[in-house]
């Protein structure tokens, strides 16, 4: 149950939702905190924002209001809505989760004729051309003149916050004690209160009419409650009707007014309990699917922590030998054997850095999988049809959704536990400055899709990347090196627009939604049709004539045991040596946008221009 914790939780408060309102992007909001974050737009409402009200929004609606949230390339923290004439342009915050959002603008005086007077207990106005945007998907629409009134509740999600804080009480508390209140010892059943002994002699006499009344244990009653019916669900646009049909064209339960009257006339109407039926059981068919992930998931957990004591073991055999070789050897290998526990010190933790990560990533992955599994059979208790099928739809795909998330590649470890390190003890006595392990096997690798950014697309293997975005997008090769000579290559596909792709190396925790070698964490060129750059940490060096353009061939040359890095275009090397002094663990980089198409090649020779080991490498014959 604790899994489920973040499911009922406001992405704007961070706390448990109250009255929860569920936006045509399916996602949820507390009706408080929807007001709070409403902006209000200029009387000048775009073409498309105009067809953007209240609930009936289709999915296809959100291709032209996506296009209303725009934020810059660095995330600077503040939006603008492009779809205006005139559109203010709104700082944002971030909510306790974490999630961007807009903070409430200040309402405009109410024009002069209003002079109505609010009703008692409903919710003051929404000013007029009032624009609100979810703060987990960022889609934005515009209100219509019911305001928050046009979405639905979320009946099924209060019922189950309500229950899961029930359930999380430590002792239920007497509804009637002043100051501090006492644990329940009754409750009573026709006055759905619970009573400390003090309160019940006090307030509920067993005399007079009051002695008719059933007092049971404070369990039985909570039971009471929960099994209690609940109220008849009645249509937001009709509110005396009840709920009774299901509209398939706009999935959402329908009056028999609005088949009459509204726009669901023409529509293709269902039964409400047929569909119930249905989505349940589409629901729980698809978390037969996402449990069988999960219980993968729990065994590769398993893999992988066995993996840790390998790693521990054949690191220690191996430092073992290391020193039994090198106690063999004359006085002259004792500074080089020093050298040679430190790296394979550095291959053994780096092991059980790159596992331990990958057990903390999975088991992150796996609660949230437990927890949308508890959320979703505690939706399926549900017995408010009507209830149930305004979030059904959503919790299929987002079912489906995770279920991918497990898919190829996720479950396969990213480390060996075998150290393929080989101590050559055969040269002669003068050559064991020289002395170093030996490179075993050409690397062979691929794009990771389990670390890319969302934009991007890999097909063909995943060796050939592009993406969807218009944005720089980061994606990285599934294996990391950290001593050898690698050279790999890539070939442009397609060039449209001149953009600007770098290639490179990086760490693994680098920025995946900027240029690479914008932040620290990596070493890249940048190039386009006609000249390029090297950049680390945002900075730009040795701009250097010659662009690519399609079937152009980019080779990367990183030699470990000089520690630089080198680039190629079209076997020629472009401009000196780009960086030096590298140490550690890097994996092969990219960052594109939607006008390049990249196709990698490894397992390649090193360029016949290039000695390792050289003073320096030749500059300008390649």
Known sequence: MDEMEEELKCPVCGSFYREPIILP????????????????????????????????????????????????????????????????????????????????????????????????????????????????????????????RGFPKNRVLEGVVDRYQQSKAAALKCQLCEKSPKEATVMCEQCDVFYCDPCRLRCHPPRGPLAKHRLVPPAQGRISRRASPRKISTCTEHELENLSMYCVQCKTPVCYQCLEEGKHGTHEVKALGAMWKLHKGQLSEALNGLSDRATEAKEFLVQLRNMVQHIQENGVEFEACLVAQCDALIDALNRRKAQLLARVNKEHEHKLKVVRDQISHCTVKLRQTTGLMEYCLEVIKENDPSGFLQISDALI??????????????????????????????????????????????????????????????????????????????????????????????????????????????????????????????????????????????????????????????????????????????????????????????????????????????????????????????????
Not at 112 to 125: A, C, D, R
Not at 602 to 611: A, H
Request: glycine share 8%; aromatic share 8%; with cysteine.
């Open 25 to 148: 992007c399916s996602h949820n909001i507390c009706l408080a905190c929807a007001r709070n974050i409403l902006v209000q737009t200029p009387d000048a409402e775009s073409p498309q924002s105009s067809r953007a009200s209240g609930s009936g929004v289709s999915d296809y609606d959100y291709l032209d209001l996506d296009k209303m949230s725009l934020y810059s390339e660095a995330d600077s923290g503040y939006g603008s809505y492009g779809g205006f004439v005139s559109a203010p342009t709104t700082p944002c915050q971030k909510s306790p989760n974490g999630v961007r959002v807009f903070p409430p603008t200040v309402p405009q005086p109410p024009p002069p004729q209003q002079h109505l007077l609010p009703q008692p207990g409903s919710l003051p106005p929404i000013p007029r051309n009032s624009c609100i945007t979810c703060p987990q998907c960022h889609r934005s629409l515009i209100l219509d003149d019911r305001g928050l």
């Open 397 to 622: 795909r987002r079912v489906h959704m995770t279920e991918g998330q497990w898919g190829k590649g996720t479950l396969t470890p990213r480390m060996t536990s075998d150290f393929d390190l080989t101590l050559d003890s055969g040269p002669l006595l003068q050559t064991i400055h020289q002395l170093d392990f030996v490179q075993m096997k050409v690397a062979w690798f691929t794009f990771d899709p389990a670390s890319a950014h969302p934009d991007i697309i890999l097909s063909n293997d995943n060796l050939t990347v592009t993406c969807n975005s218009y944005d720089d997008r980061v994606v990285v090769g599934n294996s990391a090196f950290s001593r050898g000579v690698h050279y790999w290559e890539m070939t442009i596909d397609r060039y449209d627009n001149h953009p600007d792709p770098a290639f490179g190396i990086a760490r693994g925790d680098v920025l995946k939604d900027v240029m690479l070698g914008k932040d620290d964490k990596a070493w890249a060129m940048y190039v386009d049709n006609n000249r390029s750059w090297f950049m680390h940490n945002n900075s730009h060096t040795n701009r250097t004539d010659g662009g690519i353009s399609k079937g152009a061939t980019i080779g990367v040359l990183l030699d470990f045991s000089r520690g630089i890095l080198i680039f190629l275009i079209n076997d020629e090397q472009q401009g000196p040596v780009a960086f030096e002094g590298l140490e550690g663990a890097y994996y092969p980089a990219i960052s594109i946008n939607r006008n390049v198409q990249v196709t990698l090649h490894t397992g390649l020779p090193i360029p016949d221009f290039y000695t390792p080991g050289e003073a320096d490498p030749t500059g300008s014959v390649c």
